[in-house]
């Protein structure tokens, strides 16, 4: 009965810590497909000025699922809800500003969501080690209280 419960306690724990990790993990992920898009988006303005709905069409495969959910939602001219765009408001703002305007303002808007996503990743980056942390913690109190219970 014992065994049991600690492995109970150690599975919970464990889990709660890779809980934490995978959701910095998505959160950089996340911004590195956003990161890619701005890529993608400024060698679309500048060579070829595809279709909006078209240049995603063609690159939506390239992209997390996390990234794709949001990429065909503002393809079919849906309000942008996706969980990780409450985290990063700058990306609704920029997705609410293209598609509608001129090259040049296009640019523009590239440039300042670089600006913003360069300030993000730091902090993202700092999550993603914390997160880590909290997944090794999470297995070493599971096996502390795997010890204790036994």
Do not use: C, W
Not at 40 to 51: A, G, K, Q, V
Not at 111 to 124: T, Y
Request: no cysteine; net charge positive.
């Amino acid at each position: 009965m014992n065994v049991l419960l600690g492995l109970v306690l150690l599975s919970l724990s464990s889990l709660i810590g890779f809980a934490i990790f995978n959701k910095s993990r998505k959160s950089a992920a996340f911004l590195q497909d956003f990161e890619l898009f701005l890529n993608l988006f400024e060698n679309d303005i500048n060579y070829t000025r595809s279709p909006m709905k078209q240049f995603i069409n063609l690159n939506i495969d390239k992209f997390h699922n996390e990234f794709r959910g949001v990429l065909s939602t503002f393809n079919q001219n849906q309000k942008l809800n996706h969980e990780a765009l409450y985290e990063f408001s700058f990306i609704s703002t920029f997705f609410s500003s293209i598609g509608y305007s001129d090259a040049k303002t296009q640019l523009l808007s590239i440039r300042q969501a670089r600006a913003n996503l360069s300030s993000f990743k730091n902090k993202i980056e700092q999550k993603q080690v914390k997160g880590e942390m909290s997944f090794k913690l999470g297995a070493i109190v599971g096996v502390g209280l795997f010890i204790i219970v036994l």
